[in-house]
């Protein structure tokens, strides 16, 4: 059964020894942010801050650290998650609309709001350029075709009811920005924060612009995202978050917004950016504060992008290049968007290059290594040992320069300009001719594993 709101995932977590609260004093001016990072290095629990200074709210953080805990959220095994996410892409499920929610259980609207004093006001990294949402679902519409876009955008604190917010294209966000600037209008948003934890796993995916990642997010959960009209502007909130922020990003319109550090554990500097003024927050009577931490692997957001872009690498192969194709992972070292390593069943010669290009074409992928079916991609090990056996670079190791790429990427020739090389190793053995490996009958390990306790041998 699906979760009906962050609550009830969290009593579930809370069962499993997989939610630690946290009841003494803990100060948002980094300290909190430190214990976070340590926490993701750990692959530790979800944590709930109940008394963060100067805040009225607890803080809910590293919600889904783990890739368990992703698929706990829409009610999957981790090792099934790719399936589940490539059968919620195929069949997406439309969102209903309630007349009454829980995140409009209390309204707060007019001149005076101040964000500050309603939000805990979190510094994230020692030279950020102020306090910072962080797991924000910033829901608009396409100011032509009135298709709604849900992602997670960072916002900025800045004075009052005032956030900083990038929106750029070619992030779906930023496309519908761009249209409103040109038509000199304000883009209506709403930003939902926490609320049914699939609607994070649904976020995340990676669809054509126009499609709803909401309908992704009901599909992945298996029913419907119940939705309510947002009090103040033409959007349709999630009728289970805990906070709703309704406002507008000003049309042309930009200001000084960061240093923030992102989640490839850099600093992105302060430019010119957009405007968020926020009129209504709507909430619940006693709402929870989600947020997480960004910066270098491994964080929840590089298990979520992992999670959400891998099934649509695995299709991409499937249906163009290798109907063989056995899995795909999104490396959390390589920032869950630049490393990829395909599995393949090869079956014809070149296949793996193929498959190579395929991946290199993304606009976030920098290096694409494929593997034989043999090689668990997850493995690192399992990986590298195969780069090492399997590749001649003359042969083997493709480069192609001065492709789109991320900003993001500090190595640039002139960062960031979003032009870069790429690189592409098959690693898969010649077809028809694969090497001689050393391997055990699997019967053979199968019996000497159900002995390993008998014999007397120490558990992993």
């Known amino acids: ?187 209506q948003v709403a930003v939902a924060i926490g609320g049914d934890p699939a609607l994070y796993v649904g976020a995340e995916a990676v669809v054509p612009f126009g499609t709803s990642e909401m309908t992704i997010a009901g599909a992945l959960r298996g029913d ?76 929840n957001t590089h298990i979520l992008h992992a999670a959400a872009k891998e099934p649509v690498y695995f299709r991409a192969i499937k249906e163009y290049v290798c109907p063989t194709v056995r899995d795909v992972c999104v490396t959390s070292a390589g920032n869950a968007s630049s490393h990829v390593v395909a599995s393949i069943k090869k079956q014809a010669a070149g296949q793996g290059k193929n498959v190579l290009l395929e991946l290199m074409k993304r606009h976030q992928v920098k290096l694409a290594v494929v593997v034989d079916e043999d090689i668990d991609p997850r493995d690192p090990m399992r990986v590298e040992w195969a780069i090492a056996t399997r590749v001649q670079a003359d042969r083997d190791v493709i480069i192609i320069p001065y492709m789109a790429g991320p900003h993001l990427d500090p190595s640039q020739p002139q960062h960031p300009s979003g032009r870069g090389a790429k690189m592409g190793i098959d690693a898969t053995m010649p077809f028809g001719n694969p090497y001689h490996t050393v391997r055990f009958p699997n019967d053979l390990l199968t019996k000497v594993r159900a002995r390993w306790r008998e014999l007397g041998l120490p558990e992993a």
């Open 1 to 187: 059964m699906p979760y009906p709101d962050l609550k009830a995932f969290l009593a579930d977590l809370e069962r499993s020894g997989d939610l630690v609260r946290v009841t003494r004093p803990v100060s948002p001016h980094l300290e909190l942010a430190a214990i976070v990072y340590e926490l993701c290095n750990r692959q530790g629990t979800a944590v709930l801050f109940e008394r963060v200074e100067g805040a009225a709210l607890p803080v809910l953080c590293n919600l889904y650290g783990t890739r368990d805990r992703v698929a706990r959220a829409i009610g999957a095994h981790q090792n099934d998650l790719l399936r589940h996410y490539l059968q919620a892409l195929e069949h997406p499920l439309p969102t209903k609309l309630v007349s009454d929610a829980p995140c409009q259980e209390v309204v707060r609207s007019g001149g005076d709001l101040d964000l500050t004093a309603l939000l805990p006001q979190i510094f994230w990294h020692p030279e950020d350029g102020g306090p910072y949402i962080t797991m924000g679902l910033v829901i608009c519409k396409d100011p032509e075709s009135g298709a709604q876009n849900m992602a997670i955008y960072r916002m900025q604190h800045k004075e009052g009811n005032t956030l900083g917010i990038k929106l750029q294209p070619p992030q779906h966000g930023g496309v519908c920005r761009a249209k409103a600037d040109e038509l000199g209008r304000p883009l």
């Open 224 to 299: 419907p995202i119940e939705v309510v009209r947002a009090k103040s502007v033409d959007l349709e909130v999630p009728a289970s978050a805990e906070i709703v922020l309704e406002g507008e990003v000003l049309p042309n319109v930009l200001e000084p917004e960061g240093p923030f550090g992102e989640f490839q554990g850099y600093y992105s500097g302060s430019a010119p950016r957009q405007v968020l003024k926020v009129h209504t927050v709507t909430h619940r009577r006693t709402p929870l504060y989600l947020a997480t931490y960004e910066g270098r692997p491994i964080t």
